[in-house]
């Protein structure tokens, strides 16, 4: 099995047009919002001047926060784009003869996955610090570091789990699977409140952002990236200012998520990451393991 997702592995690295456009979806959003949305979300929450000199540094980690979650998603995806690959080149026959155990071929896909999954996030995650430590932001504090990382493992877990699955629902058509990649990878950007706030969207669509399981990983990095600098923009500013701009990233900027008037928690978003990835893993292998044999 290790050895198998050792292959894996580097077969995907192998391939840098494979590993661009896993991260093309990241590579989208901090483009857009670079270029383009940076200045227009900052200007929603600059008003008053005691939030002036803060509010890009907000946004800053408001956006790579739902990036990093949103990259454990196409990753993935990309990494097991390997199983369809396979299948179509008529590769799983060689293994099909070999000593190797079928369930122990599922578990090497899925297992390469999680782990490129969480590398290419990890790398995510640098980048963004780089980038708003050079717009003149800070790093994440290192007593945060801990339960970040914990966040962003499960999150991954969620993400890889979601993508073997919906990978496990193709055959060995290489055309069909590239198709349905790029229209992932075109769509998380969207459905996870990453290129627009969810504030800006029809109320059934924030009930389908708030649906999907990896943008509670979103809201769950956000917070943690986002809640020193919060701290430090608050300080000095009145009280029912400063509540407003909080009800305005909550609400409108997804920082913390509502179903109707009850507030959902850490802890359940941390349970539906959980729930969804180990509910997936074994979906995707029971699956994978079908069309094995």
């Given at each position: 099995m290790r050895a198998f997702a050792k292959r894996n592995l580097k077969l995907y690295f192998r391939?840098?047009?494979?590993?661009?456009?896993?991260?093309?979806?990241?590579?989208?959003?901090?483009?857009?919002?670079?270029?383009?949305?940076?200045?227009?979300?900052?200007k929603e929450i600059s008003g008053n001047d005691g939030m002036t000199g803060y509010a890009r540094e907000i946004m800053d980690n408001w956006v790579m926060a739902g990036t990093i979650a949103a990259a454990g998603i196409t990753v993935s995806l990309g990494v097991l784009g390997t199983v369809i690959e396979d299948r179509a080149r008529k590769i799983t026959k060689d293994f099909y003869v070999s000593p190797m155990k079928r369930s122990a071929m599922t578990a090497g896909y899925i297992i390469c996955a999680y782990v490129v999954s969480v590398f290419m996030t990890m790398f995510t995650f640098l980048l963004s610090q780089m980038y708003m430590k050079l717009n003149g932001g800070s790093f994440l504090a290192a007593e945060r570091i801990p339960k970040f990382l914990g966040v962003l493992l499960i999150t991954d877990f969620a993400a890889t789990g979601m993508m073997a699955f919906f990978v496990s629902l193709f055959q060995s058509s290489l055309q069909a699977y590239s198709t349905a990649s790029t229209v992932v990878g075109t769509l998380v950007g969207f459905i996870m409140g990453i290129y627009l706030p969810i504030g800006m969207y029809p109320s059934f669509v924030q009930w389908i952002i708030k649906c999907f399981p990896i943008s509670h990983g979103a809201v769950l990095l956000r917070k943690i990236m986002m809640e020193e600098v919060m701290e430090r923009a608050f300080t000095g500013v009145p009280p029912e200012i400063a509540e407003e701009i909080l009800k305005q990233l909550e609400s409108h900027f997804g920082v913390t998520y509502y179903f109707g008037d009850t507030v959902i928690s850490e802890g359940v978003s941390v349970l539906v990451l959980l729930v969804t990835g180990t509910v997936f893993m074994v979906l995707a292998s029971i699956n994978l393991s079908k069309k094995q044999k």
């Open positions: 391939d840098k047009s494979a590993v661009f456009f896993s991260l093309l979806a990241v590579i989208i959003s901090i483009g857009l919002y670079v270029l383009f949305l940076g200045d227009v979300y900052t």
